[in-house]
């Protein structure tokens, strides 16, 4: 259903706000962002199963003979591709004399180790075993049943998303000092948009807090928040979004109205290694994904190698604050001051 706010074709995909409220003037949201509703649904998205899933990285960075290393929650993880083109994953440490994979060249689809030579191409060898992996288009996942102790998935709980031959996509990583949950937190507190992020978003109204489930056909419960993406000046771009937890370490975002209906924001969180004073250490791995019934969509995805890095430091501008309350959310847990 489109309200008057949301027009369905208007010949421009802007919005020229005729009344803007000064930062300062703008209605307050800290009564409505209640602490006790942002951890029941934090409650609710860590109750889902994940089946010990884990994001990566994305799946542009997998290719050719590139690997890609990371430490999810201590257990040192490759990932690269065989000779294929499938997606290969196992442990990080050499099973022969502990070498670092990570440092190791990828020749032909087999990661060959840089100490001692001892082959991987992917397949149990000399004491070394893969982990499952899934590639779904735009992310790279890894199964780690010994890190997530959960009844294993065959797949990871993968968000609905745009046919993504007539989308464009973008991925951006960054490393914050904190738990996953931190993250998620931030995501399910949707108060705080024209606060926090003036420069990016105005008019921001959380509509409902509970019936939420069309945004991903499940019934899952979530935020419905209508917003204006600002551009410049008093040029903005009126959506409603719908934020969704579909398991514990991923937020979704859908636009389900206004300009770009369809598009989609997966924000995801992977425990890292702890960092050298043995506080945790969490990446933020957020994917967009983003489509429009608009001609001139197709001449934008024809320049998606110029426009994935603007969308990139757009995302990036976001996570410089985000991480912020995230990390001063795990402080204060940590310490024992958190009023939530």
Known sequence: MNTG???????????????????????????????????????????????????????????????????????????????????????????????PLRDSPVRCGTLVCHWHGLALNGTPFAGWEPFPAHDDGVLVWVRLDGIGGEPPLDAPVVPIRPTLSGALSAV??????CEPEDIVANRLDPWHGAWFHPYSFVDLAVVDVTDTGTSNGDGQDGFA???????????VVPVRAVFTAPEPRTVVMHITQGEGQGSVVETHATPLEPDERGRPRSAVIEAIIATSDRRGFTAARALAPLLRPLMRTTAGRLWRDDLSYAERRWQLRFTGRFPG
Do not use: M
């Not at 884990?54 to 890609?68: H, I, K, S």
């Not at 951006?172 to 000092?177: E, F, K, R």
């Not at 993406?229 to 040029?235: D, N």
């Open 225 to 235: 928040v209508d917003v204006s993406f600002k551009l410049a000046g008093r040029l």
């Open 5 to 99: 706010r949301f027009p369905s074709r208007a010949r421009f995909p802007l919005t020229l706000r005729k009344r803007p409220v000064a930062w300062e003037h703008q209605r307050p949201t800290w009564r409505e962002a209640r602490p006790s509703l942002i951890a029941q649904a934090l409650k609710q998205a860590q109750a889902r199963p994940s089946g010990n899933w884990y994001v990566v990285g994305a799946t542009q960075d997998v290719v050719d003979n590139r690997l890609v290393a990371r430490n999810i929650a201590g257990q040192e993880v490759v990932v690269w591709r065989d000779t294929e083109g499938r997606i290969v994953a196992g442990p990080g440490s050499c099973p022969h004399l502990g070498a």
């Open 172 to 177: 951006y990583s960054a490393v914050g000092t």
